[in-house]
């Protein structure tokens, strides 16, 4: 599955930022869907994973509480909706489909196709 990342930018600390990943090329419903980041001299880490249905979702600690990342089948897309943002959220957002179970998704060399990434700034 190919997969398109985007609706990074430049906010102030506090703020709201949502990205957007849209896939295509196989049937997306049978992926688990998932976002990493990678902040500059970082390993990439998992910050949100949903189920095939949307029905489950799983977070990191950092993010819990102010991210929600959501799916429409539907149209393909998944959604990571981040609030009250920090500048230590200050990465490049990945996007990620794997095959697996939901908890699988928080380990990258599960992920079987990775987005192009989308550039995320917070300013203090």
């Known amino acids: 599955v190919q997969l398109q990342a985007s609706g990074g930018g430049l906010v102030q600390a506090g703020d709201s930022l949502r990205l957007s990943c849209a896939a295509s090329g196989r049937t997306f419903s049978n992926y688990v869907m998932g976002w990493f980041r990678q902040a500059p001299g970082k390993e990439r880490e998992f910050v949100a994973g949903?189920?095939?249905?949307?029905?489950?979702?799983d977070y990191a600690d950092s993010v819990a509480g102010r991210f929600t990342i959501s799916r429409d089948n539907a149209k393909n897309t998944v959604f990571l909706q981040m609030n009250t943002l920090k500048p230590e959220d200050t990465a490049v957002y990945y996007c990620a489909a794997e095959v697996g179970p939901l908890w699988n998704m928080r380990y990258p060399p599960a992920v079987d196709s990775w987005g192009q990434g989308t550039q995320v700034t917070v300013s203090s």
């Open positions: 949903i189920s095939r249905s949307g029905g489950s979702t």
